[in-house]
C-alpha cells in the first residue's frame, strides 16, 4: 500500500474535517515520515513493529513528552486508515506512551505580573496594543495563538466576554477582567484604527503595518515587557496564562473551574498548577518560618 498516498489523505482529512492548526498537521507530517523511514511499509505494518520503533526512539534518548506525542500521531493516522477501511483495525491503538515526565510551569507573582504589564501606559497606538494584549493574555488565560487569531466580532466589553477559537478549532467563552475589558476598549475606540489597512479584517491586535501579529511578535512584546519592567527571570507568553492559573488557584477557584477558564480537554493537564500551588506553599515556610523545613 502506498504510504505517502495514505498520509496526504490523512493530512488533507485532518484540515478539512477535523480543522486542525497548522502547527498539528506539520507534527503529524514530520512524525509519520519518520516512522515511515523506520518501519518498512508503514501502512501494512503490525503493533510490534510500531512498538520496536518507540522502543528505538527511547534508546535514542527523546523526551517521554516527545514519544507520546509521536505515537499520538500514529494512533491518529491508523485510525483514520480503520475508519476509511483501508485498514481492518487500527495496530497502534494498543501501544502505551512511556511514563510522562511534567514540567512544572514557571509562573510569577502578582506584584512582577503588574510590573510587567504597566510598562505600557497607550501614549502611542502601540503602547495601547501591547498594554489591551497585555492585561488580555493574563486577566484571561490566552495562549499566543488564540490572541493573534482573535476576531473583533468574538470580543464583548459590553458583556464583559471574549470567545477565543482554542486548539483543534474548539471555541470556548471566557470572562475578561476589568482592566482587559477598560485597556481594550482604549485600543478598539482610539488607536485600532491608526494601525489598520487592507490586510487588517477583523483581527484585534495589529503590526504597525496593519497585519496581524506573528506568533513571534507577541514574545517580543513580552520579552520587552521584562526589560523595560526589570524583570530578569525567563519570561514568554505562556509565562502569563501559567500566572493566570497558578494565582485563580491560590486564591480559591475550584480546579475545574480552572480547567474550563485554559480550555483543557484533560483535567490532569490543569492538575500541574496544583503542584505549583504547593511548591510556592513550601517555598514560603522554608523561606519564613523560623524553623522552615516543611516537606510538602
Not at 512524525?31 to 511499509?41: K, N, Q, R, T, W
Not at 493516522?77 to 501501544?95: D, H, K, Q
Amino acid at each position: 500500500m502506498d504510504t505517502n498516498e495514505h498520509l496526504d489523505g490523512f493530512l488533507a482529512w485532518a484540515v478539512l474535517v477535523r480543522n486542525l492548526s497548522p502547527n498539528t498537521i506539520s507534527a503529524y507530517n514530520r512524525d509519520l515520515i519518520e516512522a515511515a523511514e523506520f518501519v518498512d511499509g508503514l501502512v501494512s505494518s503490525d503493533s510490534a513493529e510500531l512498538g520496536q520503533w518507540l522502543q528505538h526512539l527511547s534508546r535514542k534518548g527523546l523526551a517521554p513528552s516527545t514519544i507520546a506525542r509521536k505515537l499520538s500521531s500514529l494512533k491518529a493516522f491508523f485510525s483514520y486508515l480503520a475508519r476509511t477501511e483501508i485498514i481492518v483495525s487500527n495496530p497502534a491503538a494498543g501501544l502505551r506512551p512511556p511514563a510522562r515526565v511534567y514540567i512544572m510551569p514557571h509562573c510569577i507573582s502578582v506584584e512582577e505580573v503588574t510590573q510587567l504589564i504597566e510598562v505600557w501606559t497607550a501614549e502611542n497606538a502601540l503602547s495601547a496594543r501591547n498594554r489591551a494584549l497585555m492585561e488580555l493574555a493574563y486577566g484571561s488565560g490566552l495562549r499566543e495563538g488564540e490572541l493573534v487569531t482573535l476576531t473583533v466580532d468574538r470580543i464583548s466589553l459590553d458583556d464583559g466576554w471574549v470567545r477565543p477559537l482554542g486548539k483543534g478549532g474548539k471555541e470556548r467563552m471566557v470572562p475578561m477582567s476589568e482592566p482587559s475589558t477598560e485597556w481594550l476598549g482604549v485600543y478598539l475606540d482610539s488607536w485600532r484604527a491608526s494601525l489598520a489597512g487592507n490586510s487588517s479584517g477583523k483581527t484585534v491586535f495589529l503590526t504597525r503595518n496593519g497585519n496581524p501579529l506573528s506568533r513571534m511578535t507577541v514574545w517580543n512584546i513580552v520579552h520587552s515587557s521584562a526589560l523595560k519592567a526589570g524583570i530578569m527571570s525567563r519570561i514568554h507568553p505562556h509565562t502569563l496564562r501559567h500566572s493566570f492559573a497558578t494565582h485563580l488557584l491560590e486564591g480559591g477557584a475550584d480546579l475545574r473551574v480552572v480547567q474550563e477558564l485554559l480550555g483543557h480537554s484533560d483535567i490532569r493537564t490543569t492538575e500541574i498548577y496544583t503542584s505549583v500551588s504547593r511548591k510556592r506553599l513550601s517555598d514560603a515556610v522554608k523561606k519564613y518560618h523560623p524553623r522552615g523545613i516543611g516537606t510538602w
